[in-house]
Each structure stands twice: as structure tokens, then as C-alpha cells.
């Protein structure tokens, strides 16, 4: 995710630089300095905007905005310039829309959701907070993905449907049901992967 945070940050001609425990400090990222390890967050001037792009670990996520919103960062969502965004959609702070991506009107995105490249997410949708809309996902009018879920790539979620909190669509399946929170459905249509 953090390629996907860098080019739509470029895109969009703004600056950036990177914390991350795992890159080495004084590299690049899509040309973007990495700073050193998330350790030095509290270090920063509290006029940079922070934005998470760690991506598969919506906890992860959730840890990381909390902890720099209460340092006193601003954490604005980032929106691609390639992306379509209604003006009547509501987006969370922390939140990402990627290229290509469809946020429809009256739509909610939460705090900390991954709208990804080519995914749509409809009209009256909701998109959790700490949610990932994978890559050409796709949520249509009024359906609900919860908290922490997981809408895999090419996955159709059917008007009307809710996807639990903390639930895992697999990719390219067809949810034409509710989806109670925590489980896992896979196929067209969607079934509970039995564990």
C-alpha cells in the first residue's frame, strides 16, 4: 500500500515522506525519502498530514491513526486524482481512494478504509471504518461492508447486502446474502467457508 499512498500522493502533486520499520531510513519509496522507523512519529512536526498506508492489517491501521491524531496530526483522507468522487459522498479521516476508483453519491466511506484501485462503492454504500475494498470490488446501492471486513478483488457485493464487521469476501465471489461479522464466504453466490 505504501506504492499505492505514493502515486496517488504524486499524482496529486503533493509531497510526502515516509515512516517505516522495515525500509531502510534514508531510502526512497516512488522517489519519497523514508524517514526511519514509526518510532519517530511523536519526532515530527505536527504540521505534516499523516496517512497510514499500511493495508492488510486494518488493526494495524486503527493503532496508527489513533496513536497520530492523539500527537496532534491532521490524518485527511487521500484521493487519487484518477478516482470519480461524488460530492455528496462522506469520506473518513485516514481513508484512501485509489485510481479509478467509484465513490457514488451519498456514499460513506469510514476512518481508515481502503477504496482500491477500480473499485466501486456505490450509492448509500458504507464502507467500514478499517475496511479494504480490494481491487476492482465492487459494493452496489445501499449495501454495507462493516468494520475491518475484507471485500476481495473482482467481489460483487449485491444491493441491499451487509458484509459483517471483521468478515473476508473472497475474491471475484458474488455475496447475494448477509454476511454475519467474522466469517468467510467465497463463490457466486458466496458460501460460509466451513472451518
Known sequence: MGCAAAEAI???GGDAAFLDDFAPTGGTLMGFPVLGPLSLLPKLRKDFRFVCAASGDGAFRKKLL?????LGFSAPPIVHPFAVLSPFAALGSGSFVLANACVGPLARIGRGCIVNT???VEH???AGSFSH???????????KAGDFSLVGAGAIVL???TVGDGAVVGAGSVVTQNVEAGATVV???ARKVKP
Request: with cysteine; hydrophobic share 50%.
Open 10 to 12: 504524486a499524482a496529486a
Open 66 to 70: 489513533k496513536r497520530a491524531l492523539r
Open 118 to 120: 477500480g473499485a466501486v
Open 124 to 126: 448509500h454504500c458504507r
Open 133 to 143: 475494498i480490494c481491487p476492482q470490488a465492487v459494493l452496489l446501492g445501499r449495501a
Open 159 to 161: 444491493p441491499g447486502v
Open 187 to 189: 463463490g457466486a453466490p
